[in-house]
């Protein structure tokens, strides 16, 4: 007959009405280490000193024990693995979330061990025929009595689930709305958060219910900052279009094309965009931007500084050195800071 989630709960509950020494030993090593105040705990030295106490030392060296900077929705996670050598899935994983635990109290990393150790040992126990409970999460009877007796015995809150709601949110930075009638509905109001940019679709197991009852589509409406590894990564022109300040931002389009228009001498027909249709350049600006004179004195190798040549460029077409200059991202033209923002959407439009 096959053991239970409560007859492993019940074998593991006996150990504890009177200690063995080797029970005692890690006892006390798990005392010093909880009172020693430090910030952070060694998990992998707890787990081992948690396996002899209250698991019967059955998941030493079954277990893996390690940290995931992965994990962002649950705190911990028991995970099954095949094992190469059999092809069955008896190979046990306890992951830690860093992002989740990393700045909570330690008491919280502890507890969350010590609940994931919970379901390794069923899993060992049970030949992996560990309950998922009635809520298809493995809580059931069997990991709540010995979850009960743990906190009984060493003042620890091990609980079904974790209440880190705040920190699980700070990592849902792709968000994506639904244009379809479930965005007045609550709770979601037609959003969906992710921590990783996987836009909602057929793999999600709601998508079909969804289609049938609301029939909307989804935009992204948000996403993290690049981070400096992923600008580096882009080309001059995809780090152009991140431009935040653009003209186009408050210049209005109407005004944007009479601009144009005054500008444009010949008889070059001019789009509703403002787009020159024959050419990708506008010459106006592109003389504007080689009409760059870094110094109103011109300096010679035997002499002291000499006036400047005159030459026929219009004064308000000059920018002189009290002006910041910057490189254009795209074509390297050293341009006016205050003008870099026009010349890339006029000479080099998304």
Request: with cysteine; net charge neutral; aromatic share 8%.
């Amino acid at each position: 007959m096959p053991v239970t989630d409560e007859d492993a709960a019940l074998q593991a509950m006996a150990t504890l009405e009177t200690l063995s020494d080797d029970q005692t030993r890690a006892l006390k090593s798990i005392n010093t280490i909880l009172h020693d105040r430090e910030p952070f705990v060694d998990i992998h030295e707890l787990f081992a000193l948690y396996n002899v106490l209250y698991f019967r030392n059955l998941l030493v060296p079954r277990v893996e024990v390690l940290w995931s900077p992965r994990l962002t929705l649950c705190a911990g996670i028991c995970e099954l693995s095949k094992d190469p050598s059999t092809g069955k899935f008896t190979r046990i994983r306890l992951k830690l979330s860093t992002s989740l635990l990393q700045y909570r109290p330690r008491s919280d990393t502890i507890n969350t061990l010590l609940h994931e150790a919970i379901h390794a040992y069923f899993f060992v126990v049970t030949s992996w025929r560990h309950s998922r409970g009635d809520d298809g999460t493995g809580h059931g009877i069997g990991f709540q009595l010995l979850a009960d007796a743990i906190n009984s015995h060493g003042g620890y809150e091990i609980t079904v689930y974790h209440t880190f709601h705040d920190e699980v949110d700070s990592y849902r930075t792709h968000v994506w709305q639904c244009d379809g009638p479930c965005k007045s509905q609550p709770p979601y109001f037609g959003l969906v958060k992710r921590s990783m940019n996987r836009p909602p679709g057929k793999s999600d197991y709601w998508w079909v219910r969804h289609k049938a009852e609301c029939g909307g589509a989804y935009t992204k409406i948000q996403e993290p900052e690049l981070t400096k590894k992923q600008r580096n990564s882009l080309s001059k022109k995809e780090r152009a279009g991140l431009q935040k300040n653009k003209i186009d931002n408050w210049v209005k389009a109407e005004d944007k094309r009479k601009a144009l228009s005054d500008g444009n001498t010949s008889n070059t027909p001019i789009d509703p965009d403002g787009e020159d249709r024959t050419s990708p350049k506008i010459p106006h600006m592109k003389r504007k931007a080689e009409m760059v004179i870094v110094s109103s004195m011109i300096k010679t190798g035997f002499g002291g500084p000499q006036k400047r040549p005159k030459t026929d460029i219009d004064d308000n077409e000059v920018l002189t050195v009290d002006e910041m200059l910057v490189e254009c991202p795209i074509c390297s033209i050293r341009i006016a800071e205050s003008d870099i923002n026009e010349h890339l959407d006029v000479v080099h439009p998304p």
